[in-house]
């Protein structure tokens, strides 16, 4: 799945005739996620795609796209259809603007996208999604090297770009003490430099991160791998900021998690 380009799984003709031109294509906040942002005229905020979604329709109308079956929530000024890619997993796909015909739109957008999903683009053919390591690299890669040879998990989810697992046998309980989570993201610069009052400014292997403590010793790392490969992104309003990956660690205790985080670091620089 991190081999494809999720921006290839939008047609963009499709995409023209249901809204208009887009005005930038590019990344989402999520790794795996590809977004089209649009003028002002034609009212739609953005349409995307991402490939971190079970294949589950619960809730859904479904129909029908060629052999592949598909589920429609019309959540208003939010339009979201889930397309199966196999038996195991769904692309989804969202719309936003205003609630007139939008899950109509975002109909025709799939509709004529689905054929993409037979042979999908490579992301190292991509021209609008950077190219930074996140792709190239398991993400359980960095998680399981924290831990003493021998160590089982139980591997959760189904985000290409993120490796949850229980070190151990699976807790059901609200505060999981076993489990962690290593996901590649995209922040922008200005986010990461920010930091706020409650959390603690770290340096992960020689990497500017941020540190948050949460409730029952939560805890969450979110480390700046990509600081010296920066991408411009267009904002809704036009104006272009630079962005860049990052490394978003959780786990219970901040011991452990920045444990993780040095080794999710370690498993990206040689990568």
């Not at 993409?116 to 021209?127: F, I, M, V, Y």
């Not at 922040?187 to 990461?192: F, M, P, Q, Y």
Request: proline share 6%.
């Amino acid at each position: 799945m991190r081999r494809i380009d999720p921006c290839g799984l939008l047609d963009q003709a499709a995409v023209t005739a249901a809204v208009g031109a887009p005005r930038f294509i590019g990344p989402g906040l999520d790794a795996d996620e590809c977004e089209m942002r649009f003028d002002p005229a034609t009212q739609i905020n953005s349409v995307s795609v991402s490939m971190s979604v079970s294949a589950v329709g619960d809730g859904g109308t479904k129909f029908q796209v060629g052999d592949r079956d598909a589920y429609t929530l019309d959540g208003g000024d939010l339009c979201h259809i889930s397309l199966f890619f196999d038996e195991d997993r769904a692309f989804f796909y969202s719309i936003s603007g205003p609630p007139e015909q939008l899950c109509q739109k975002l109909r025709q957008i799939v509709i004529g996208s689905a054929p993409q999903l037979d042979n999908p683009p490579q992301r190292a053919d991509s021209t609008t999604m950077p190219d930074t390591k996140g792709w190239k690299i398991d993400p359980c890669t960095g998680l399981t090297a924290a831990f003493a040879p021998g160590q089982t998990f139980d591997f959760l989810g189904l985000n290409p770009f993120e490796c949850d697992v229980y070190a151990g046998e699976p807790d059901s309980s609200e505060t999981a003490r076993n489990r962690y989570t290593v996901r590649y993201i995209n922040v922008s610069t200005e986010h990461a430099r920010y930091v706020p009052d409650e959390d603690r400014r770290l340096r992960i292997v020689g990497v500017d991160a941020t540190e948050t403590s949460g409730d029952n010793e939560f805890c969450q790392i979110k480390v700046f791998v990509g600081a010296d490969h920066t991408f411009p992104i267009m904002t809704y309003d036009g104006k272009t900021e630079k962005w860049l990956e990052a490394i978003h660690v959780t786990g219970y205790g901040c011991a452990e998690t920045r444990q993780v985080a040095v080794a999710a670091v370690k498993a990206h620089r040689n990568g």
